[in-house]
């Protein structure tokens, strides 16, 4: 998803790019600022935010983050947003899609309601699934735009 998220900020006018192979926590760049981008195609369950690679290591989530949910559509939301509802599972930091809904509830200007695909019960494909999201997203929305800007590698 971050392919189509570079390609919307691009499209936009922005300065944007993908950090995720030099950063260790930031996904993409706009305009100097990193952001993590965390997505759920199935509309339940948990996202991971941090994964601690074991469960006495003391990490913290501190990531403008944006969420791309199926069903609720595209959250942003900080630490300082969040503050009570990120739940630590011993091996990774996590944040429910139950309590992204509950925050999203009494912060609308935070949420774009947006329709979403949610996951294809089977998928064959030799791309990674976020690519075939944003193409189903594109090709759904008839862009004309953005599809130039999604990059294939």
Known sequence: MELLFVALVRALGFNAGHVGTSEKRGDFEVEGLKFSLKT????KG????INKLGRDVNVTWDEATIFIISGLGIIYADPDLL??????????????VENLKRFIEKQDGFWIKVQIPYKPNAVISYRIASFDIAIAILEETKSKILIKFLSKK
Do not use: C, H, M, P
Request: proline fraction near 0%.
């Open 83 to 96: 503050t009570t509802r990120i739940l630590d599972k011993g091996d990774a930091l996590v944040v429910s």
């Open 46 to 49: 948990e996202i991971r935010l």
């Open 40 to 43: 759920n195609f199935t509309g």
